[in-house]
T-cell receptor, first 117, second 113 residues
């Protein structure tokens, strides 16, 4: 079974400061990893994904994430936070194998990011 | 390309009524997935369908819930005899292949009163 943990329910950061939203995962095989953002009463918007290759993945709106296999982590980062980044962020994992985990996305519970002006 | 279209955006049903949620996948996508988001929780997988086939319904409650993806028309998630605990946001996603990249719709927010 695969799982995702987002240890922080809420992250507060001042505008202009760097931000980090944490994510750790567990899969039986090798993972595909994703970050999505959800604005109030909206659907999920794709931010970035790790498939293979460079451990530092760059995505939309200046976000990036670093895949760390030994720590089974995929933390989301941004060098300078904007007030408009305030939203709910979800980390998700999918297995590379051939079973159900290969098409089911398993999500964390989400982290609410508040960027304070 | 209109993306994944879900309707209605908001749906209010009284206890015991039926809810029908519709999802039109992106053009060229033949794989559809339904997820449910309960308040204060992440999304949970419900069902995976291809045209006219249910591939995996392991996340669907055993009773009252059903899904279909007919040869023509949208995918339908049907909830019979709704209860307050069914109140949630239901998201549909589509992909061009079973392990391809997902695109999510904006969701249907079901409120059972």
């Amino acid at each position: 079974a695969q799982s995702v943990a987002q240890p922080e329910d809420q992250v507060n950061v001042a505008e202009g400061n760097p931000l980090t939203v944490k994510c750790t995962y567990s899969v039986s095989g090798n993972p595909y990893l994703f970050w999505y953002v959800q604005y109030p009463n909206r659907g999920l918007q794709f931010l970035l994904k790790y498939i293979t290759g460079d451990n530092l993945v760059k995505g939309s709106y200046g976000f990036e994430a670093e895949f760390n296999k030994s720590q089974t982590s995929f933390h989301l980062k941004k060098p300078s936070a904007l007030v408009s980044d305030s939203a709910l962020y979800f980390c998700a994992v999918r297995d590379r194998g051939s079973g159900a985990g290969s098409y089911q996305l398993t999500f964390g519970k989400g982290t609410k990011l508040s960027v304070i002006p | 390309n209109a993306g994944v279209m879900q309707n209605p955006r908001h749906l209010v049903r009284r206890r015991g009524q039926e809810a029908r949620l519709r999802c039109s996948p992106m053009k060229g996508h033949s794989h559809v997935y339904w997820y449910r988001q309960l308040p204060e929780e992440g999304l949970k997988f419900m069902v995976y369908l291809q045209k006219e086939n249910i591939i995996d319904e392991s996340g669907m409650p055993k009773e009252r819930f059903s899904a279909e993806f007919p040869k023509e028309g949208p995918s339908i998630l049907r909830i019979q005899q709704v209860v307050r605990g069914d109140s949630a946001a239901y998201f549909c996603a589509s992909s061009p292949e079973g392990r391809g990249g997902y695109t999510f719709g904006s969701g249907t927010r079901l409120t059972v009163v």
